[in-house]
T-cell receptor, first 121, second 107 residues
Framework: EVQLVESGGGLVRPGGSLRLSCSVS????????LDWVRQAPGKGLEWIAR????????????AASVEGRFTISRDTARTSVYLQMFGLKTEDTAVYYC????FGRGNFDSWGQGTLVTVSS | DIQMTQSPSSLSASVGDRVTITCRAS??????LGWYQQKPGKAPKRLIY???ILESGVPSRFGGSGFGTEFTLTINSVQPEDFATYYC?????????FGQGTKLEIK
């Protein structure tokens, strides 16, 4: 069974940092894209970061809203993907979802349960 | 960026009704279009990918169609468990953009 489990959310001050983790199981970790998608309270969905599969060199891609402040990375030994967030702003307050995609079969076929990040003074 | 305009933003229906949700892309996205269902407090769930391919395990009353800039999600004979918010997603070009959502409510 495919599983993605996020952790690391919490309350952080504006300008602060936080690292989200997503532990995955049930599939070949490096054969899939892993992305972060967020949802501000009461709002829609926003894709923010991608780590491509091993066939595409684990290259990364970011939304303009987070580029330069957020970094996505993966740890093969721990079958985990991370989102390091710096310079947090109040508008980064959201539920952050870890998702899986498979090249050639659309995107975001599996989702974690989400972790809430609140940026507030 | 490619913009996705989803309509309507909300929709009331009765059990057994047929409903249609539309997504319009500001540029050609070929068939790089997915549909997602989200229930309150839960993660989204993919229903359809590549515009018309039904995800495994999704009931056949859900259907997707379209190519290029116009796409539709149809639910034939809405069931109580279908009341939720639906999103389209274009993934032909970065940044990937979701539609703003359609909330399907019980009439």
């Amino acid at each position: 069974e495919v599983q993605l489990v996020e952790s690391g959310g919490g309350l952080v001050r504006p300008g602060g940092s936080l690292r989200l983790s997503c532990s995955v199981s049930g599939f070949i970790f490096n054969d899939h894209y892993l992305d972060w998608v967020r949802q501000a309270p009461g709002k829609g969905l926003e894709w923010i970061a991608r780590s491509r599969d091993r066939f595409r060199g684990h290259t990364t891609q970011y939304a303009a809203s987070v580029e330069g402040r957020f970094t996505i990375s993966r740890d093969t030994a721990r079958t985990s993907v991370y989102l390091q967030m710096f310079g947090l702003k109040t508008e980064d307050t959201a539920v952050y979802y870890c998702t899986r995609s498979t090249f050639g079969r659309g995107n975001f076929d599996s989702w974690g349960q989400g972790t809430l990040v609140t940026v507030s003074s | 960026d490619i913009q996705m305009t989803q309509s309507p933003s909300s929709l009331s229906a009765s059990v057994g009704d047929r409903v249609t949700i539309t997504c319009r892309a500001s540029q050609d996205v070929r068939d790089d279009l997915g549909w997602y269902q989200q229930k309150p407090g839960k993660a989204p769930k993919r229903l359809i990918y590549t515009a018309s391919i039904l995800e495994s395990g999704v009931p056949s009353r859900f259907g997707g169609s379209g190519f290029g800039t116009e796409f539709t999600l149809t639910i034939n004979s809405v069931q109580p468990e279908d009341f939720a918010t639906y999103y389209c997603l274009q993934h032909t070009r970065f940044p990937y953009i979701f539609g703003q959502g359609t909330k399907l409510e019980i009439k």
